[in-house]
């Protein structure tokens, strides 16, 4: 992407329908599971877009006992976002983005549990489910989205 291609309110989407050239799928609880995936993601700080780009091989995540798996279906981003990009996450104490560990995008989505593990007690496979990311772990803006349980909140049945 070059510089300023993206304006301050973009509204990122992803394909739903698999394609004949999806990765593999991992099964688990009855659901099929990419182990890659897309993610927005950026390798080094910039004050203009430029270094952010999608990913089309994002390595599914293993959760860890307390953590669900989401299948995003909505995210967005915001200022906030841009300034992390901006300034590194040095505000958050994280390491500086690399090729091999890149960072993230977003702190807010919305989407469908796909996985659980066993200590995570409050929600189940099918939940439909809103999260704002810890500081020290954003990047939302993806197709598969691995979280703490404590950190994602059953989406309320009057919200579409």
């Known amino acids: 992407m070059g510089a300023h291609t993206l304006p301050h309110s973009t509204i990122f ?3 739903a329908t698999p394609s004949p050239s999806e990765p593999p799928f991992v099964h688990h609880l009855g659901r099929s599971i990419p182990t890659t995936y897309r993610a927005f993601e950026y390798v080094e700080h910039s004050a203009t877009r430029d270094k952010l ?10 959760l ?3 953590q669900v798996c989401i299948q995003v ?5 915001n200022p906030a976002d841009w300034k992390v990009l901006e300034w590194s996450g040095a505000l958050f104490g994280l390491p500086l983005p690399t090729k091999e560990k890149p960072f993230g995008i977003g702190f807010d989505a919305a989407g469908v549990i796909v ?6 007690k409050t929600l189940k496979v099918g939940d ?6 810890p500081f020290n772990k954003f990047g939302s803006i993806r197709e598969y989205l691995t979280a703490e349980e404590k950190s994602v ?3 309320p049945a009057n919200i579409s």
């Open 153 to 155: 909140a059953p989406k």
């Open 13 to 15: 989407c992803f394909q």
């Open 128 to 133: 439909e489910v809103y999260i704002m990311t």
């Open 115 to 120: 996985e659980v593990e066993a200590d995570a």
């Open 64 to 66: 860890a006992s307390t």
């Open 53 to 62: 780009i999608l990913n089309n091989a994002t390595p599914q995540e293993p």
């Open 73 to 77: 279906h909505s995210a967005s981003d």
